[in-house]
């Protein structure tokens, strides 16, 4: 048997007054949704700060509505389709089959690795397009740009340990300055060579050179170094100079009269190189006695230490590749330690 229902008289007019009172309300979508259409929908989303790279994982927030999948955003207009990454006052919704992504991701920095990687060069600091930072060897912008692939864009004067430019000193990239360290901002291709090694003697090393004035060799022996605390030195007995601490030395040397340390330093300075390339080479005595810790010398204030210990007899030994020019200053630091140092002959070769 069918059956109508019938509300009762009272019911149908409590339903009647709750219609009318929300007729008279500003709409509040009372139309029918599926559920997680608007951006609003997804729970605990929050806006991400404008350009802020993590912003890809953020829902959209959005308190109008929506056409084609993409939100207009707070007072935004609506935008479709690949113009949805650039609408007004809000951000597209992942819903639009081709909207944008609110903006492009921030580029990576620049690869400054070869300039990190090469002895003598100090990377300060490095963005989408550039490399900055400081040479300590004396090898001049252009070579320390070209570590990275790059060109010199402007130099400046500066020290190490990346103490910033020195603005009120503008040089030239290219120029001869004869400095052992500057500030280069690095730009762009270079227009030739990769980089050098900057101290292993191997690979190219790109540096500036003079029309008519190509590199020479050069070099000096112990007579013409400069030594302190002479007094640890023996010079004049043998072809080399040696730190030591035994008295019997001093028949032979007269200046030789040890405190027991066998510290002090010998000073090869060498002028009017001309600018190019050079292998450094070092001779001395190697000896069974020699410093375990190996000889420590600088060029040009770069370190290396070479290892003198072996069977007795005279030894060449690279201590690195450089751009030189000007005066060039090549020091046996054996104020370090307690061993034996030695030295002979310091020479600088132009690099094939």
């Given amino acids: 048997m069918k059956q109508t229902l019938r509300c009762p008289t009272t019911i149908r007019a409590a339903l009647t007054l709750a219609c009318a009172s929300m007729l ?13 259409e608007l951006a609003g929908d997804y729970p605990g989303t929050q806006e991400a700060v404008p350009g802020d790279p993590d912003d890809e994982s953020d829902w959209p ?10 939100d207009s955003g707070a007072g935004g207009t609506v ?29 990576p920095p620049m690869d400054c690795s070869g ?10 600091g490095s963005g989408p397009d550039y490399c900055d930072g400081v040479f300590t060897n004396g090898a001049g912008c252009v070579a320390f740009c070209a570590a990275a692939g790059l060109a010199c864009a402007s130099r400046h004067g500066g020290s190490e340990n990346c103490g910033g430019p020195e603005l009120d000193k ?3 990239c290219a120029a001869d300055t004869g400095n052992l360290s500057d500030w280069c901002h690095c730009q762009g291709a270079a227009s030739n060579g990769t980089g050098g090694t900057g101290g292993t003697g191997g690979g190219t090393l790109q540096c500036p050179t ?3 004035n190509p590199p020479v060799q050069k070099e000096l022996d112990k007579d013409d170094a400069v030594y302190t605390q002479r007094y640890n030195w023996v010079v004049t007995c043998s072809p080399h100079a040696y730190t030591g601490q035994s008295a019997e030395h001093q028949s032979c040397d007269s200046s030789f009269k ?8 010998a000073t090869f300075t060498f002028t009017g190189v001309p600018a190019g390339a050079y292998d450094v080479l070092i001779e001395s005595k190697h000896t069974e006695n020699r410093n375990k810790a190996g000889a420590l010398f600088y060029v040009n204030g770069h370190a290396a230490k070479i290892n003198q210990v072996g069977k007795s007899a005279y030894v060449w030994d690279l201590h690195g590749r450089y751009c ?29």
């Fill in 24 to 36: 008279a309300m500003p709409d509040l979508g009372c139309g029918p949704t599926d559920s997680g």
């Fill in 61 to 70: 927030t959005s308190s109008g509505g929506s056409a084609d999948g993409v």
């Fill in 79 to 107: 935008a479709t389709g690949a113009d949805a990454g650039a609408s007004v006052g809000g951000k597209s919704n992942t819903g639009g089959a081709s909207g944008g992504t609110g903006g492009a991701p921030p580029k």
């Fill in 115 to 124: 300039i990190a990687k090469t002895a003598g060069f100090e990377l300060c």
């Fill in 170 to 172: 503008p040089l030239d």
């Fill in 210 to 212: 003079q029309p008519g």
């Fill in 258 to 265: 040890p405190d027991g340390t066998r510290k002090g330093k």
């Fill in 324 to 352: 030189l020019s000007g005066t060039v200053t090549v020091v046996l630091d054996s104020t370090v330690n307690t061993g034996s140092d030695a030295v002979s002959r310091v020479r600088l070769k132009p690099a094939s």
